[in-house]
């Protein structure tokens, strides 16, 4: 059976377990959150989807959108004097769209089918291992290239294979085309694999341009508008 989640379609992929803030200006969106501050929608959690490049400004079909999102929850709302919103919300799980509902709310519904990850395969713990500490690695040499020490951190040491891809690519600025890859990929080492070589990929640019993009901490601001 699918799940019926509200929508919020943006121009960026947010994926699990990592923090977005967004600037709630558009009434249908003001409406969603004033819903999950009231207590409409209880769990707090609303699906954010990327948007393809299109000449509509309306999305009124499923593929104007990427066939999976990330289902968010709502950690923090402000409201500001005149109705809008500044909102701190964390990724949780993945979805796939399978149909757009355009009139029942006054903000897009979504039937969803949730998407978990598949069987971890049956590599030795220590080509597991080999293959975590080698996107850690990528991971430090594009910290180390971009930010300033105080601007980043590791993830913890006993963070799980299944959620180490999405932790690494969190504060890393990638291209949408390549967070949607990552939040898509459904095989936890393959997902290793992908954000070492992103990382490596993007350290090595930044190296060859010396040019460094803002610090993680400067886009803890509302700065995503709906």
């Known amino acids: 059976m699918a799940d019926s989640l509200p929508l919020f379609p943006l121009q ?14 558009e009434p249908r969106y003001r409406q969603l959150t004033m819903d999950m501050i009231s207590g409409k929608l209880p769990d707090m959690t609303f699906g954010i989807i990327a948007l393809r490049p299109s000449v509509d400004r309306e999305v009124t079909e499923v593929d104007q959108l990427h066939a999976v999102g990330c289902s968010a929850r709502l950690r923090e709302a402000e409201r500001l004097p005149d109705g809008r919103f500044d909102i701190i919300t964390t990724g949780e799980r993945r979805f ?10 006054p903000y897009l519904m979504g039937a969803v089918e949730w998407v978990p990850d598949t069987e971890q395969s049956t590599a030795a713990a220590e080509s597991v291992s080999a293959l975590a500490e080698s996107a850690r690695s990528a991971h430090r040499r594009y910290c180390t290239a971009a ?3 105080e601007d980043w951190t590791e993830p913890a040491a006993d963070t799980d294979t299944c959620h ?10 990638l291209s949408l085309d390549d967070r949607q890859d990552l939040l898509e990929e459904v095989r936890p080492l393959h997902r290793l694999r992908m954000v070492g070589r992103l990382l490596n990929r993007e350290a090595g640019f930044l190296s060859a341009l010396r040019a460094v993009p803002a610090p993680p901490a400067h886009f803890t601001d509302p700065i995503n508008l709906n």
Do not use: I, M, Y
């Open 164 to 173: 180490l891809a999405h932790q690494l690519a969190a504060d890393c600025l």
């Open 96 to 105: 796939r769209l399978l149909e757009l509902d355009t009139t029942s709310a």
């Open 147 to 149: 930010w300033k020490s």
């Open 12 to 25: 960026a992929v947010l994926l699990p377990g990592a923090n977005l803030p967004l600037h709630v200006f």
